[in-house]
Every structure is written in C-alpha cells, then in structure tokens.
C-alpha cells in the first residue's frame, strides 16, 4: 500500500472517530455503560450485578450486551474517569482495523475506485450515525478483517513447484496460519455481536470456491472455540450462557421473520439510496436517469423537512405465514411511503448487479454468494429491524458496486458526483442523529436544574437510552415500576416521545406538573427513534424535539405497571 493511501486511511479514521466523539451519549449506549463501569471496578466479574433497563430490574447476564466492546470500554474508564469524550476517542483501534479492513476488500473488488469508495461508506448515511459505544462498528470490523485476510489463502495455497522466492512448504503454511487468524478474527466478532454469526458460513463460501475447504473448517472451528470457550466460562460463573439465554427469549417463529422483510425497503430507501445511484451509472443507465434519481433523493429529504403525515391500516396475518389470523393495526408515515419506494429501486439494482457479477469467477460468485448470507442473516438474526441491522447487506452491496465501477473507465465524473452527495447525506444524517442525542442530555440536565432551584430533594426520573444515562449522571433516580415507593415532596421527571420509558400508571392525584422543559432548534428533521428501531431512519419532526415533564409528588406512591 502506498504511503499517500495510508495517510488517506488514517485521516479517515480520525475524521470519523472525532466527529463520533462529539455525539451525546445515545440510545443503547447507555446499557452498554453499565457493564463497561462494571468491568473498569471488577473485571473478573462483568455480569455481577442487577441493572434496570425498559421495565424491571434484571441479572445483566439477561440483557443482551458480549462482551468484546464493553471489555476495552470499561478499560477505557478505568484510564480516563468519567468522560464520555474520550470514551468514544477509545474506539479508535476498531475504527482503524474497520476502515483499513474494507479499504482492503475494495482494493481487491472495485481497484482504482477503491479509497473514494472508502470515505463514500464510512461517511454515509448507514455507517456515519453508527459509531457509538454500541457493538455494530467494532463487530463489523472484525468481521471485515477477517474476511479480508482468508481471502489471502488462496494466493498463499497457489504456490508453483520449485519456486525460490515461496519454497512450497512455507507457502502452504502461511495459508494455514491466514486461516487460523481469521478464524480468531471472526470468534472475536462472534463475542462483540452475534450478527457476525454469518462470517464463518462467508469464510466456508471461500474456502469451498476455491478449492480449500479444510483452510475453511480450521477457521470455524478456531472461531467456534473462542466463542464456545467464553459462554463456557460465562455458564461456569454465573448458571447460563449469556449467548444461551437470549436464544432462549428471542423472537422466533415464521410471523416475526417475515415482518422484518417490509421494514427493509424504507430502510434501504433512507440509507442505500446513493450506492444505488451508483450502481445505476456503473451498470450503463442514462446519465439523465441517474440525475434524476439523485434528484428524487434530494426532494424526498427535503419533503420530509417540511411534511409529516402518518396513516394506521388494518393487516391481516394469514396462518398459512405463521400468523393467528388476527388483524393487526400497521403504521405508515410519508417518510415510509417515500423511502420504501426509493427502497424498491435499491433492491431492484441490487438483483441486477448480483446477475451482472454472476460469471465464471470466484470473485463474482463469492460476492453474490456472501450477499445472499447477509440477507439471509438480517432475518435471521434480527430481532427488530433497524438501520444498524442492514449495514453488512450495504457493505456487499458496495463491494459488487465498487466491482463493476473498475470495470468502467467512462463515468469517473458521474461516480465523484453521486459520492460526494453521498457523503452530505451521510452528514445530514449525523446532524440530526447529534441533535436527537444532544436533546436528551439537555433534557435531563434541563428538569435537574429545575429540581435544584426548586429546593432540590429526591428525583425520580422515567426515561431510557441517552436521557437514563444523563438523569442518573444528574443523580436521579430509576422508577421502577412496582418497586418504587415515591414519598410527598419527591419529584418526577418523565422523558416524552419519542424517547421510550416504562410503562406505569400516572396518578394526577398522587403528583401534580410543575413545569415542562421543551428542547428544541431549527432542524425539521428526526433519526429516533426509527434510524434505532424502527422503519424510518430519517423523518419529519414538528413541535420540540423532547418535551420533559417534571412532576412534584403529592402523596405516598408505588407507580404500578399498567393492567
């Protein structure tokens, strides 16, 4: 690799950790904290303790959380105290081996469009947003590496009798020792989320187009020991598997799969868009075509900044599906309408690129091949759809783009262009991601302030993601419901929509509303919660961004969840 390429690199990775670095501790990140200041207090023990996460205190060996990220998390407050700044600037080791990993590949697959490729992805609207303390990144990472060193096997395994340079027992134990990293590599991915299950299936996909099926099985096997080896030792210490048990209470069942499939569209619609833009100009379409896609783009997020619209409709689930029967009420916003129809262009040129990369070699074949694994493993492994479930889909299908952009030499103006509106999308994006985050920690800090200047006492707050983490910073404490007792005097503070929070009966006759904290600014457009856990990853926002409701206590009160 050329010097110049690796500056490029390691600015990205800069660029892409300090503008994460500047994001308010959000959504899952907050559950996350809590192993990881487990971990930095007693590393032998990271799911010793009870944490209260949606509706109940719980063992931590119940919520799903590996533990690869929250074990070089809690190093990380162990170093650096209590600075979330410098926490996310410790996920810069991840960064790197991610943005050098697909450099890599692309490398390989996409040649002289291999490095604009590479900012295009890291700084889209998929993959910008994504960074958090939250395991997706650091997971794809190592899956990455380890898809690109097993690629290397084949080369090393192609050694040419009486060759001087490569004597040919070496050569062929240099495959083998490639195979056992990257086995290494994806065991490690495996332990940071278990959507990398799907890696060992595309390493075997490998080793079995090219003819070396046991370089395949040493991998897995090597990967199986690493993460077999550490749900043994987690069902040592504490009665179960953590792996074990959220298999256990996973969604399953043909209903639950299938509803992930509808939600994919307006997904792909709102992050993928401008892969398919350029999947479309490397694929031969009309220069106007293209543009006018690029245009449809523009005008649906400019839409969405001014219009939001929402519909319910009655769907009924047939039992030949997997469903009751029953007819459930769907939801439906113009975001959805807008983005699954943008979504059905990026699925449309995706079957025309896996056609169009179908040939005789095994480079073509293994890309089709490992994005039918990623889709297969969306539904398999999701257990709700969201933006972050996708990405690996969106990395096979750049890596099939990026193949037949180096075969074309024609369009170089054409492919800058719909890169760079890429990457402003990508930063729309994170703007409005940072200000979603941002309104929960003002939020928070907002109803403590209040309850200072109003004599202070004990605060309860009701509220997750960002907002739990910035309360109980602020000293607040959990309402949990049932368990709870709020005494008169005390205080209540409640995060409004769209961030989540248990469910409880609110008595106005045991607490009456003091003031309202309204947290807003002149952005019209929204990421949560649909970018997190939903269809939606970019919407219409009207009134403030979060309204939090702070409440004084009257009387004696247990909050008791809803019959």
Not at 115 to 134: D, E, G, I, K, Y
Not at 382 to 401: D, E, H, I, Q
Not at 430 to 449: E, P, S
Not at 532 to 557: I, S
Request: proline fraction near 6%; aromatic fraction near 12%; hydrophobic fraction near 50%.
């Amino acid at each position: 690799m050329r010097r110049c390429d690796i500056s490029s690199l390691l600015l990205l990775a800069l660029v892409y950790t300090g503008l994460a670095s500047i994001k308010p501790i959000h959504v899952d990140e907050a559950a996350n904290y809590y192993y990881a200041r487990q971990i930095a207090n007693d590393s032998l023990d990271p799911y010793g303790f009870e944490m209260f996460w949606y509706q109940e205190l719980e063992p931590a060996n119940h919520v799903l959380t590996p533990p690869v990220l929250v074990y070089w998390w809690g190093l990380g407050v162990r170093l650096f105290g209590h600075l979330p700044v410098l926490w996310k600037i410790w996920l810069l080791p991840f960064v790197l081996l991610f943005v050098f990993s697909l450099h890599g590949l692309l490398a390989r697959f996409a040649l002289d469009w291999a490095m604009p490729l590479t900012w295009a992805t890291v700084l889209s609207p998929a993959f910008l947003p994504s960074l958090n303390l939250m395991p997706d990144i650091p997971a794809m990472a190592s899956s990455l590496a380890a898809v690109a060193v097993f690629l290397r096997v084949s080369a090393c395994a192609q050694y040419s009798v009486g060759s001087t340079q490569y004597p040919e027992g070496r050569r062929h134990d240099h495959a083998w020792a490639l195979a056992a990293f990257a086995g290494l590599l994806t065991g490690i991915g495996m332990q940071t989320k278990y959507t990398a299950f799907v890696t060992p299936a595309v390493l075997l996909l490998w080793a079995f187009l090219i003819g070396r099926p046991r370089h395949g099985f040493l991998a897995v096997c090597i990967a199986a020991a690493v993460f077999v080896g550490w749900e043994a030792l987690v069902a040592w210490k504490y009665g179960e598997s953590h792996f074990w048990h959220q298999l256990r209470v996973a969604p399953t069942g043909l209903e639950n799969k299938l509803a992930l499939l509808g939600p994919g569209l307006p997904i792909l619609g709102g992050v993928a868009s401008g892969v398919s833009l350029l999947a479309l100009a490397a694929l031969g379409v009309r220069r106007r075509i293209v543009i006018v896609g690029g245009a449809a783009i523009l005008l649906t997020i400019g839409l969405l900044g001014f219009v939001g619209a929402q519909w319910t409709l009655d769907v009924p689930w047939p039992t030949w599906l997997g469903g009751d029967g029953a007819t459930r009420a769907a939801r439906f916003t113009l975001a959805t309408m807008l983005f699954g129809f943008l979504g059905s262009a990026v699925v449309g040129t995706a079957a025309w690129l896996a056609w169009k990369n179908w040939d005789r070699s095994a480079d073509g074949r293994f890309l089709v091949g490992w994005l039918v694994l990623e889709l297969a493993g969306y539904v398999a492994l999701s257990p709700f759809p969201a933006v972050r479930r996708t990405l690996g889909v969106l990395l096979v299908l750049t890596l099939l783009v990026g193949r037949v952009m180096g075969q074309r030499h024609d369009r170089s103006r054409l492919f800058k262009g719909i890169i760079l509106l890429n990457v402003a999308l990508g930063l729309l994006f994170f703007v409005v991601d940072v200000y979603d985050a941002r309104a929960q920690m003002l939020g928070a800090r907002a109803a403590a302030n209040h309850v200072a200047a109003s004599g202070g006492g004990r605060a309860w707050y009701a509220g997750h993601w960002g907002f739990q983490f910035y309360a109980e910073e602020t000293g607040m404490t959990p309402l949990v419901p049932g368990e709870s007792i709020l005494q008169a005097g005390d205080w209540l503070v409640i995060a409004g929509t769209p961030v989540d929070r248990p469910a409880f009966e609110l008595r106005d006759d045991r607490s009456e509303i003091v003031t309202k904290v309204e947290i807003a600014d002149w952005l019209p457009w929204k990421t949560v919660a649909g970018y997190y856990g939903g269809q939606e990853p970019l919407d219409h926002r009207a009134g403030a961004r979060l309204v939090v409701e702070v409440r004084q206590v009257t009387g004696k009160w247990t909050p008791a969840s809803p019959p």
